[in-house]
């Protein structure tokens, strides 16, 4: 049983009854901005485009993906446009105790993925903060917000077949693998994992641990 981020109460108490399970969920769907143990996610703003030009102009986390300045431009914009149009998009990633901009996590819309469920948890982060869990605990946050706070039914995530890290992610986010095929870039293969609100909502009900 966890506490409601929103509301305060406990899950299981709102759910208990139609009515404050009705209100719980009026409260969350306005939620924008998340906080975890280290993280503040909040809305993507136009500024963050210089950030995000920053953060991809790093070798290492663009990954062999080609990111000219219009290209991150356009990525900028569609976080704003996300947010405005559906009210969420991709979060930019704050560190709790410096403030310092840590990279792009969240729900983000893939437009052209040519598969039937579009909305993906992404995470690009600085260099300098990998390692840390951090992607980990944003994504876990993201589908919680997909699922608990805009009524989503599946979430996927999209990588590079050879990606080992950000695959890594996804299964420890929850996510399982749905298969490989090619998108965007014929010599790249990619793969795309999935979870759905039940396998999101048993996962969470799960005890932590258990007695030996
Ligand atoms: C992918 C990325 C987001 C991971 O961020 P992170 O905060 O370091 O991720 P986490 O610490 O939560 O988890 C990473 C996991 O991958 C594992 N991992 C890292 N590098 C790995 C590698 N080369 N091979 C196998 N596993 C690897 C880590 O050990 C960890 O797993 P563990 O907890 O079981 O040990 C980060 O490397 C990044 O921003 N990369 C550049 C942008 C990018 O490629 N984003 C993904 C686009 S799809």
Known sequence: MRTCAIVGARRARCQAGRECVAVCFAAMSRIETM????????????????????????????????????????????????????????????????????????????????????????????????????????????????????????IISVTAAAHAAARRVMEKAGLTYRGTRYWMNPDVPVVWYGIDRAAWTAREAAPAFRAL
């Open 35 to 154: 906080q975890t143990t280290r993280l503040l996610l909040r809305p993507w703003r136009e500024e963050d485009g210089v950030e995000l030009q920053r953060l991809f102009t790093d070798p290492d986390v663009a990954g062999g993906r080609s990111l000219p300045a219009d290209r991150i431009a356009r990525l900028a914009e569609s976080s704003v446009r996300q947010w405005r149009a559906n009210r969420f998009g991709p979060w930019a990633a704050i560190d709790k105790v410096t403030g310092a901009w840590i990279g792009r996590i969240g729900l983000d819309a893939l437009d052209d993925w040519p598969g039937p469920d579009k909305i993906e948890v992404g995470f690009e982060l600085h260099k300098a903060w990998w390692g840390r869990g951090l992607a980990t605990e944003g994504a876990r946050a993201a589908l919680e917000f997909g699922f608990e706070c805009k009524g989503l039914e599946r």
